[in-house]
């Protein structure tokens, strides 16, 4: 009888933890597409979590129901149940695996974290002016050619510059497979770097010169948003970032470069200048948007 129940223990957790498996492959299609290597770090870590939440959750239900349908008490049987002492070896079983689960996700969530490199506002105050390079990549990223770009974020647009060909852009473009290393800055306020299809997110420090790098991997177009609110007009503070070629890149920044620099379009300005010209003023005072960026592109 003993055997028999530690067979059903057997299949049973090796069932909830197939189905758990399952569960967990299924996180990656909840997420956007992975478009950098950064993305495998942090997609990996959530099916890592997934899968772990779901064998604690059907086990810890399947459990119940077990109880439920196999021992629950005879029909008009109101009697007190048995009087169980207790078990020192399962408090301490129950006690250690939580511990030990805890102790093991925040290790592992840890190490992503290292290995994202993302640099918090704290950390400025006890680092040179121009912060190390914060870049995370499961690949080797050694032969990778790099682009340097210059990102700058104020109230409330995005201004990218390419020192390559003395270009800026309102709208990001960037070479498939290679290594983007972007020097970001803000001129007022802090901003946050943020484009969910890459994973990568970081704070944009004012008065500080913040140095960052990842690797996209897949070609399209994403959207690139600010993740810190800043002010009034901050949801419009949006920017598409294209994922090309090599040739496709190096042929943009050609023709990008035909074009003289213009005042770029800016929602915020826009906003605020109709906002100011209604006769009845409404709502609570405002910062004045930057005047908009003077690009040779403009999305």
Not at 158 to 165: G, K
Not at 181 to 206: C, T
Request: a negative charge; hydrophobic letters at 40%; charged letters at 15%.
């Amino acid at each position: 009888m003993k055997i028999t129940k530690i067979l059903v223990i057997i299949v049973s957790a090796s069932t909830i933890g197939a189905l758990s498996y399952w569960i967990g492959q299924q996180a990656y299609s909840w997420l956007p597409p992975e478009a950098a290597a950064e993305s495998q770090l942090v997609d990996n870590l959530i099916s890592f979590l997934v899968t772990l939440g779901s064998f604690i959750f059907l086990g810890v239900t399947g459990t119940l129901m077990y109880s439920l349908l196999f021992h629950r008490a005879q029909k008009n049987d109101f009697s007190d149940g048995p009087h169980i002492e207790g078990n020192i070896t399962l408090e301490v079983v129950w006690t250690a695996i939580p511990i030990v689960l805890v102790l093991w996700i925040a290790a592992y969530s840890y190490q992503i974290y290292e290995q994202m490199g993302i640099r918090g506002p704290m950390e400025t105050m006890h680092i040179p002016k121009v912060i190390e390079s914060a870049y995370a990549s499961p690949q080797d990223n050694s032969h990778q050619p790099v682009e340097d770009i210059d990102v700058i974020a104020k109230q409330w647009a995005w201004v990218f510059h390419y020192p390559e060909r003395n270009i800026t852009s309102t709208e990001l473009h960037l070479p498939a497979d290679h290594r983007i290393h972007l020097s970001l800055a803000s001129e007022d306020v802090l901003h946050g770097f943020y484009i969910p299809a890459f994973r990568v997110k970081q704070d944009i420090i004012p008065n500080e010169t913040l140095d960052f790098e990842f690797t996209p991997t897949r070609e399209g177009k994403y959207l690139l948003t600010d993740s810190q609110y800043s002010g009034t007009y901050f949801a419009t503070m949006q920017a598409d970032v294209v994922v090309e070629s090599a040739d496709d890149f190096h042929h943009w920044l050609a023709k990008a470069a035909t074009h003289r620099a213009h005042p770029a379009k800016n929602q915020a300005a826009s906003e605020y200048s109709y906002v100011s010209s209604q006769p009845v003023q409404a709502g609570w005072p405002t910062v004045v948007p930057a005047n908009p960026p003077m690009v040779n592109y403009d999305r």
